[in-house]
Each structure stands twice: as structure tokens, then as C-alpha cells.
């Protein structure tokens, strides 16, 4: 009698199955919530100690599991529209032949330096991370790091891992991020960007842990191509990368024209001009998204495109990434139906409450573990400071922590989970694009979390004993 083989299921079942499972949370787990405070920047922050039960929360509806679907696309509409965008104006770039040729550049100078390729491109998305809080922003380098590594011999597991190991790695220690690391702060009453000397020593390690994990993994696949991790996940028709044929063809491809250094001049003043707005004029997702459209048409203008031909390249790459859009709403339904059920406060409360025993260089590990299981209901990183810092702060204080201690914790449980958790958009609409199963990348990143575990806590401790502050 053979064995059938188990065969794991589609992402998209997996987080519907987290939807149901989430439902069924709701009718075990009471409502409960606490008092909020407005701050002075509009946004809702928690009062500590204000938690109560909510018996009159009504309990989610039966169909709450489908309801909760089209409100997660509505909730992550934002997000959905800008991987939209984004498929379509790569597929205007792909149409002039500008994304090939300028791979085919960077081959030729770096070809046989990979590792400084891998090196370089992890740290520049760390840094990214670290400083601007960058995370949506990478989606865009998908099919362009895809197309390289497989150039070089590797395969989309590889240019992944440089995309969200370095997004991890630099998310973790923060020094600056202002959506994490300086919201944190302000709750905790410390000075914005304190205590950074540290968190620059931490990033360096944990960058270092990503290198080494990635160029690993790479060195094994570039050695035996069947010990990719994706060797057998064909890519979904369509998709917005490239196949391995044509990104192997790469090395033939003759020098860029003087219209496709052009369309990479418009691309890197566009960049340029999306940090700067980002930074100064505090632009969200919707002038991004406006950015790209206009880049669009730029791209389209140098390389002489009809408004026909323009159109249905757009079309066409806008299309290939629906499967992306599907799971990033249902990943979004999971944190829908937790808020309808009213249990979020309550998980959070509770999660809570045994650190208070610990003393004080265990219990700042234990937050940090907190924060990460935290960050599975409250996948946002300023939402989870709002709701999850107001009762670390006097709980650090009661411990005999510093508060400083306390925001780090809430850095790695935040950052370091959000190249882990299935409800994080980043990492579910990135691996979508690439056509990586989400168990798959599981079985790549569990490795580095471990590390990743093993160094954060041992820094915690560390900054308890030296006093961190």
C-alpha cells in the first residue's frame, strides 16, 4: 500500500483557513478593550491600566469568515492599488527593453562578484528599513532582483531573501524609523532617536546574520540547482517575472541605447523624488501610487510608445499581479474580523500580564516575544506601538527596565516578525509576486529567525545589564 504525500496547501487556503480560525477565536476569547486618549498627532493611544471586559460587544455573525473578505480588500485598498500600479507601469518598462538591458550593465560589472551584489543589495534594503521605514516601497524590485539572481545561477528564492531579510533585519534595530522607533519613544517620554549608538551596533549584527544566511542558501543553489527550496514551484502564468530562459538570456543582451539610459535617468529622479517626498512632504501611499503613474507615461513618452500599445502593456502587467491582490485582502480579513470581534485588547492584555512576574532581564526577552505575537494581530507598526507601549512603559518601570530596553523590544518583536507573520501585506504581496509558496519561505527564513531570537535576546540582555537607556 503506498503513502500518499502530503501536499501542503495553496497560501491563499492557508489564510483563509487563519480567517476561520480567527472567527472561532472570537467566540472563545471575551471582548475587552481599553480606554484610548487622542494624541497630539490624531492618533489613538492606549491609557495604561484602563482595560476592562466588554460583555456588550456582540458576537461576529456565522458568515463572518466572507463578510470579513471584501472588507479586508476595502481595508488594504491602498496597498492593492499600488501593486497594481506598479505591475503595470513594469510591464510599460519591460515593453522598451530598458529593465533587461540595464540587469544585462550590472551583470557585466558585478557577474563575478555575486556575493558583494548580495551583500550590497541586503544592506541598502536594511538601511532603507532602518531609517525611512521602507517596506511597500520594495515591491517594485521584485522582477528586477528576480531576473538577476537567476542570471547568476541562483534562483527567486535568493532575491527574496535580499528583499525581506534585509527589510527584517534593518526593521528590527531601527535607529530612526519614524513609524516605529520615534513613536515608541515619544510614548515612553524619551528623547526621539536616544539610545541609537546601540541600535547601530545591532544593526550591524543582524545585517550580518541576513548576509550570511542568504549567501549561504545561494552558494548551495548556485552549486546544485536542485537544492533550491523552489526548484519544483513553477511560475504562475503571467506573473510579473521573468522566466528562467529569459533572465539566463540576460547575458547575451547587447548595451543600453541612449533611450534606456534615459528611461534610467527618469527612474532614478523619480526614486530621488519619492524619498525626498516621503521625508519632507510626508507623502503616503497615495502619491506614491501617483508617482509611479506618472512615471508611467514618462517611460512611455522617451521610449516613443502609442497611447494603444502603452495601455494594454500597463493592462497586462496590472493583470498578471490579481493573485497578489487576492491574498493581500484575505491576509487583511484575518485583523478584520479579530477588530469586529473585539479581542485584540484582550489578547494583548493577557499576553501581558505574566511578564509583570518576571524579573528584569528575562521579562525584557519575554516582551519581546509579547510584541511579536502582538504583531500577528496588530500587523502595523505604529498601531501596535499605540495599543502595545502604553502598557510596556510602566510595566518596564515596574520590572526595573528602562524604558529605552522596553522600546527595543517592542523594535525586534515588531520588525524581526514582520518577515514571519502571515498577516503582514509586505511579506505575503512580495512572495506573491515572486511565486514563492508561503510554506516555502517558511522553511527558508525559520533558520535566520532563530538566530535572529538568539541574538535579540542575548542584546536585550545585555542592554539590561549595562543599563541601556
Given amino acids: 500500500m503506498t503513502q500518499r504525500k502530503f501536499k501542503v496547501p495553496h497560501t491563499l487556503v492557508i489564510l483563509f483557513s487563519m480567517v476561520v480560525l480567527a472567527q472561532f477565536l472570537t467566540y472563545v476569547i471575551p471582548a475587552g478593550s481599553f480606554d484610548r486618549i487622542e494624541t497630539e498627532t490624531g492618533r489613538m493611544q492606549v491609557v495604561s491600566g484602563s482595560f476592562q471586559l466588554t460583555p456588550d460587544v ?13 472588507k479586508g480588500f476595502s481595508g ?7 501593486v497594481f500600479i506598479i505591475g503595470g507601469m513594469f510591464a510599460v518598462l519591460r515593453a522598451t ?13 558585478w557577474g563575478k562578484q555575486p556575493f558583494w551584489l548580495i551583500a550590497g543589495g541586503i544592506t541598502m534594503f536594511a538601511f532603507g528599513s532602518t531609517t525611512v521605514g521602507f517596506g511597500e516601497e520594495y515591491y517594485p524590485f521584485v522582477p528586477v532582483l528576480v531576473s538577476l539572481c537567476i542570471a547568476l545561477g541562483y534562483d527567486r528564492m535568493t532575491a527574496i531573501g535580499i528583499i525581506m531579510i534585509g527589510y527584517g533585519a534593518g526593521y528590527g534595530p531601527a535607529f530612526i524609523n519614524p ?7 515619544d510614548i515612553a517620554g524619551l528623547e526621539p532617536g536616544s539610545g541609537m549608538w546601540f541600535r547601530l551596533i545591532c544593526f550591524v549584527v543582524f545585517v550580518g546574520l541576513g548576509i550570511h544566511h542568504v549567501w549561504s542558501y545561494a552558494k548551495r543553489v548556485g552549486n546544485d540547482p536542485s537544492a533550491s527550496l523552489v526548484a519544483d514551484v513553477e511560475i504562475p ?3 510579473a517575472i521573468p522566466s528562467d530562459e529569459s533572465a539566463h538570456a540576460l547575458n547575451d543582451l547587447p548595451p543600453m541605447t541612449k533611450v534606456q539610459k534615459l528611461i534610467m535617468l527618469a527612474i532614478g529622479a523619480a526614486m530621488a523624488l519619492l524619498i525626498y517626498g516621503m521625508l519632507v512632504w ?9 508617482l509611479f503613474a506618472g512615471l508611467t507615461l514618462v517611460i512611455a513618452a522617451i521610449a516613443r510608445m502609442s497611447p494603444n500599445q502603452t495601455a494594454a502593456e500597463f493592462s497586462t502587467g496590472a493583470g498578471s499581479l490579481t493573485s497578489v491582490a487576492l491574498l493581500i485582502g484575505v491576509a487583511r480579513a484575518i485583523q478584520v474580523v479579530l477588530d469586529e470581534g473585539g479581542v485584540v485588547d484582550t489578547m494583548v492584555h493577557g499576553i501581558s500580564i505574566p511578564i509583570s512576574e518576571l524579573p528584569g532581564a528575562v521579562s525584557a526577552v519575554a516582551m519581546f516575544f509579547m510584541q511579536s505575537l502582538a504583531n500577528l494581530f496588530i500587523p502595523s507598526g505604529s498601531g501596535q506601538a499605540y495599543v502595545t507601549m502604553p502598557i510596556m512603559v510602566p510595566l518596564a518601570d515596574i520590572v526595573g527596565v528602562s524604558r529605552q530596553v522596553a522600546v527595543l523590544a517592542f523594535q525586534f518583536g515588531d520588525g524581526f516578525s514582520n518577515i514571519l507573520i502571515p498577516t503582514q501585506y509586505v511579506l505575503i504581496g512580495i512572495l506573491a509576486m515572486a511565486g514563492i509558496p508561503y510554506d516555502r519561505w517558511l522553511r527558508f527564513v525559520m533558520p535566520f529567525m532563530i538566530k535572529v531570537a538568539v541574538a535579540a535576546s542575548a542584546a536585550l540582555v545585555i542592554a539590561v545589564m549595562i543599563g541601556y537607556s
Fill in 58 to 70: 456582540p458576537a461576529v455573525s456565522p458568515f463572518a469568515a466572507l463578510t470579513a473578505i471584501p
Fill in 76 to 82: 488594504a485598498h491602498e496597498i492593492i492599488f499600488f
Fill in 97 to 109: 527593453g530598458t529593465l533587461e538591458a540595464a540587469m544585462a550593465s550590472l551583470l557585466r560589472r
Fill in 179 to 185: 513609524f516605529t522607533t520615534l513613536i515608541a519613544q
Fill in 237 to 239: 502564468a503571467g506573473a
Fill in 282 to 290: 510626508k507623502w503616503g501611499l497615495f502619491e506614491m501610487q501617483g
